[in-house]
């Protein structure tokens, strides 16, 4: 039956969602007023501060600066990442066995911008790729060759590599985000053509991502990401080396816990999910589900309404067309494919360099060339979000394999 005209058509507008770049945000701001000049001048050298031991020695000695004099979501957004890194170095510059306090001049600043965001004051997805990038050539590509960091880590070319790459797998997705309001217009209004299409185009753009995650291998070291820029990225929520969490001095004295990065804070997978009807279990939705309030509020509440419409797997199964059937199976394979690859990705950047530190503290033999022999050893089986993280993605791809239609006679395949 046709919805009525009056219907609102559901659209991507009210969400921050750009037509050319998804979630990424459009043109980040490279400077702040220049009140802001002393977060800058330490924001953009954290890596060579860390590397001599005196970030926390420059931070302790900052000035506790006022946040009234950013006003747009871009200020904010540039003053996040330059905040968040400088919590992360000065955290962790020492490893994680002299972990300290926040000071009050980085806390509280930290803590103001990150309430006006509604992000946490910890380093998340939407500040290490989604607003920290820019062109060398503005007229230039999009690509690995023209893209460059506002702000970095310890890990050298890594770094850039690695959120760099993470972000083109956010660009390889926006055909498909494009698609999700044609999808549930199409069920809305009963046009069976119009979601197969949007459905096509879905399935090529999670291909797409797959094919930019591949980029990981040329552009990441797995031993410097393993034993140098991991810590970088963790959190103090489910790490035993901060049980309890870290204390922001000025904001409250009671320590706070918030989980590191993880590739489950974008929220393209959680779009995804929501419009095919993937069903995660308690463990491992509870987890995704919390990851959603370390997005930015626009982005978590277009998951939230994606999650209301109505059921598009409902209506693939009341329509007779093989096509709309095909469209749909596709989409969920690709969505598999997109997850399997993922794991690959985490064995051989976690789950290996991890039994190759555990084999070489065994044999008590360091040498500099082993940097991956003095990493955390909190996070040894969990990713920097703090799952345990190889169960939790097979837990989830396996999940994703369950959506799948009942195939019919000659075209069942045998799932392994």
């Avoid at 797998?169 to 009963?190: D, H, K, Q, S, Y």
Wanted: charged letters at 20%; proline letters at 6%.
């Amino acid at each position: 039956m046709a919805a009525p005209e009056s219907e609102c058509l559901f659209s991507l507008d009210p969400y921050h969602v750009s037509e050319e770049l998804g979630f990424i945000l459009p043109d980040p701001l490279e400077e702040l007023p220049p009140y802001y000049q002393p977060w800058m001048d330490i924001a953009l050298h954290v890596p060579e501060l860390v590397h001599s031991h005196k970030l926390r020695l420059h931070i302790n000695e900052m000035p506790l600066l006022s946040i009234q004099f950013l006003q747009k979501h871009s200020e904010l957004r540039l003053a996040h990442l330059a905040l968040s890194a400088m919590t992360m170095g000065y955290v962790w510059q020492e490893g994680e066995n002299d972990t300290v306090e926040l000071p009050h001049n980085l806390a509280v600043p930290y803590w103001e911008v990150s309430q006006r965001l509604g992000l946490p004051p910890i380093l998340t997805h939407a500040d290490a790729v989604l607003a920290n990038w820019k062109k060398k050539d503005p007229d230039g590509p999009f690509d690995m060759e023209n893209l460059e960091l506002l702000v970095s880590l310890p890990g050298g070319d890594s770094v850039r590599g690695f959120f760099m790459v993470t972000l083109l797998v956010e660009l390889a997705a926006v055909p498909a985000l494009r698609n999700i309001p044609t999808v549930i217009n199409g069920v809305r209004c009963g046009d069976t053509e119009a979601v197969a299409t949007a459905l096509e185009e879905i399935s090529q753009s999670m291909q797409d991502m797959t094919d930019a995650l591949k980029l990981m291998h040329d552009y990441v070291d797995p031993s410097v990401f393993y034993g140098i820029m991991r810590i970088y990225l963790s959190g103090w929520k489910d790490n035993t080396s901060m049980p309890k969490g870290l204390v922001y001095e000025g904001v409250q004295e009671e320590p706070m816990e918030y989980s590191g990065g993880s590739a489950a804070q974008s929220s393209l997978l959680h779009c995804f999910d929501e419009l095919l009807g993937i069903k995660h279990e308690e463990t491992s939705g509870e987890f995704l589900t919390r990851m959603r309030n370390y997005m930015p509020p626009a982005h978590k509440q277009l998951i939230q309404d994606i999650s209301l419409q109505p059921s598009l797997k409902g209506f693939i199964q009341q329509q007779a067309s093989e096509r709309l059937n095909q469209a749909f199976q596709r989409c969920v394979k690709k969505l598999v494919v997109l997850r399997s690859y993922h794991i690959k990705v985490v064995s051989r950047y976690i789950t290996v360099p991890a039994a190759r530190a555990r084999q070489l503290r065994k044999q008590y033999r360091e040498s500099e060339q082993e940097m991956i022999s003095r990493a955390p050893t909190a996070l040894e089986e969990r990713g920097t979000g703090g799952s345990g993280i190889m169960s939790f993605l097979k837990t989830v791809r396996n999940q994703t394999k369950d959506t799948l239609l009942p195939e019919t006679g000659k075209t069942k395949l045998h799932h392994s």
